[in-house]
DNA sequence: AGTTGGTGGTGACACGTTTCAATAGGTGAC
DNA sequence: GTCACCTATTGAAACGTGTCACCACCAACT
């Protein structure tokens, strides 16, 4: 079954010598076409194929770049990964996809696992603001990049500009004459959730309206079933203060939230508007459609691997750049 | 910067020989506690990494396992594929996640650099009936579970009972009173859209109807866009023979077909009630919550990676087994 | 003192590829 | 016929790990 066949072994079919051999797979415009067909025919004939491990051992790096996103379950991140996906397989390369889950320790898990991997490189939506195994991977040489975050000048990041996001939304909202406002998100200490909340408060500060009027509840992830249960601290706030408009933090809490109120057969837009973040494909099929703040996905991936084989092909004239795309605010029915 | 660190680097530190570094890394417990202090300080002091190439090379296989599923966009495998990260992560294995998006050359492509990384196993709902490049590879001795797919007695399924999951269907469809129903899904080679099909017609006879009250409407892919799509083709049918329920061959089918309806100012369930399939989460929060057929996904990825262990396990002795789950129908306003 | 047994550690080899300096063989110029 | 040159091919070394037969040492027993 299991008998290995390795270059030596269809060298000798062949009547070469295996640097041939490796020569025919490597660089064929080098090896005589007589020569070259001998070879592939004893390849074809004993079902000879390459064994990636040794040549990462030789090459002391492998062809697999690894992309960290925070939430599998989240379109947002596979559409992003699709887009990865395309970019890398058009460069000969194969992406394996981590599921952080929001989780540093997980997160540690996986970079540990791609640096023993020797991974040609990486793209991460990190948990915490610093990362240390981050640092401790770039300095091992590979390369990394930022995605869905911006960053300074260390490194290479791929974002949408969350602040300007979190303006569009609320003031959409304002426009439609909305005087209190909620914003739903957390933790907090995801950066795009705390980028987005700064621009839903300068637009209020653009329209010269105090901050107390956005109230704001955190929840604990960016998950359906805690936008199903912010539904119930929303009503558990007095008429006269609660919000009658809301911005999420994403679209899955936009949607869990609607999904809340339709149960308790509120009306959206009337008793609550939703504007949601992402624009997922599932946003405009949504109970109510959902006007939401839409980020050009699979650009986003596609850029990303462009800045990671700029640094991999040069690594010393390489100069870190820090793409920003803009978003875009789709308005529906949610807020009509 | 990328001076590698080697076991080498780690002995000469520890005043070692290499093979008690590998010790202290794999049997930790034949090296004496002291020694074992020393390396693993040494360890530390040079930011020593394992390099999974050279083990692979060593062990003739390596410690990943290989998820080919069929569409990345469907949280139908995401959740799947979080199943089987679970699984993999406790047996110390990691996770490739490979889309095929329905297409068999992207799926030879994704088998063959599989095949090349010597993996430790391969999970695959395959595109086609027949696909040679997983005989290949099992002849290789990768061990191969279909998964979402049942399977003769040569290889490993796990499945859901795709024909009961369609005779649920009908079956509550025509409990409501529906005479005149629809199918709607494709392409018909995939294997699910077939039996889900010959379940939907099951119920037919088994409800004493003729076949010719089910109308099939064939989609080129299973995704929302195919999904919205659909809504004009039934609209198009003469009101005499319309269907007044509609049993699509997966959810997102359904969200689209809801989607379109919904735009049109159609009401769900009163002009055409809708069942959905596999219940993912924004089944139930969509603009009608969805009746849809439940299917344990999650469960199955472990069930997956359980019987890709015992074969890796224990390859003379392994007996193929084919696990088939059953499944469950949810039922919500979609058909009320 | 010699034998036995056990513990802790050694070092050479193998895994399959790529690379590169060296070589063989052939061609054309003088 | 000799020499230089070019092309096609060769063979050995290296990548970093895991394994395994072997050795050194010590304690205990005869």
């Known amino acids: 079954m299991s008998e290995t066949v390795s270059v030596i072994d269809v060298a000798g079919r062949a009547g070469v010598s295996l640097g041939t051999v490796s020569n025919v797979l490597n660089r064929p415009e080098r090896v005589a ?15 000879f194929v390459r064994n990636e491990a040794a040549r990462q051992l030789r090459a002391g790096r492998s062809r697999t770049i690894g992309l960290v996103v925070l939430d599998i379950g989240n379109p947002f991140f596979t559409d992003l990964a699709a887009g990865v996906e395309a970019s890398a397989q058009r460069s000969g390369l194969s992406v394996v996809l981590c599921n952080s889950n929001d989780d540093t320790s997980r997160e540690r898990h996986h970079l540990s696992m791609l640096q023993e991997q020797r991974a040609y490189g990486v793209l991460i939506t990190p948990v ?3 990362t240390p195994a981050i640092e401790i991977l ?3 040489g590979t390369p990394v990049v930022l995605v869905d975050r911006g960053s300074n000048r260390q490194q290479c990041s791929v974002a949408v500009h969350d602040r300007v996001g979190g303006e569009l939304a609320v003031t959409h909202l304002l426009e439609r004459g909305h005087r209190r406002i909620g914003f739903v998100g957390g933790p907090v200490s995801i950066k795009q959730v ?6 839903a408060r300068s637009a209020l500060r653009a329209a010269g309206r105090a901050e107390s009027a956005l109230t704001v509840i955190e929840t604990p992830r960016l998950d359906v079933a805690s936008g199903r249960s912010t539904g119930e601290r929303i009503l558990a706030i007095g008429k006269r203060l609660r ?6 933090a994403n679209d899955l809490l936009a949607l869990g939230l609607l999904q809340d109120m339709t149960r308790r057969r509120l009306s959206v837009p009337s008793d609550l508007a939703i504007v949601g973040y992402d624009d997922i494909e599932f946003a405009g099929a949504a109970a109510v459609p959902l006007t939401s703040v839409r980020q050009p996905r699979s650009q986003l991936g596609h850029a990303a ?12 004239q390489h100069r870190h750049r820090q793409v920003v795309f803009e978003p ?6 949610s807020t009509a």
């Open 305 to 316: 691997m462009e800045l990671l084989l700029e640094e991999v092909v040069d690594p010393e």
């Open 243 to 248: 919000p009658t408009a809301v911005f999420c």
């Open 194 to 199: 705390s980028e987005r909340l700064a621009g």
């Open 138 to 140: 770039r300095r091992a």
């Open 128 to 130: 915490a603001n610093k």
């Open 33 to 47: 076409p007589a020569t070259r067909a001998r070879v592939l025919r004893a390849i074809e004939e004993l079902g």
């Open 328 to 333: 875009e605010l789709i308005v529906r029915d």
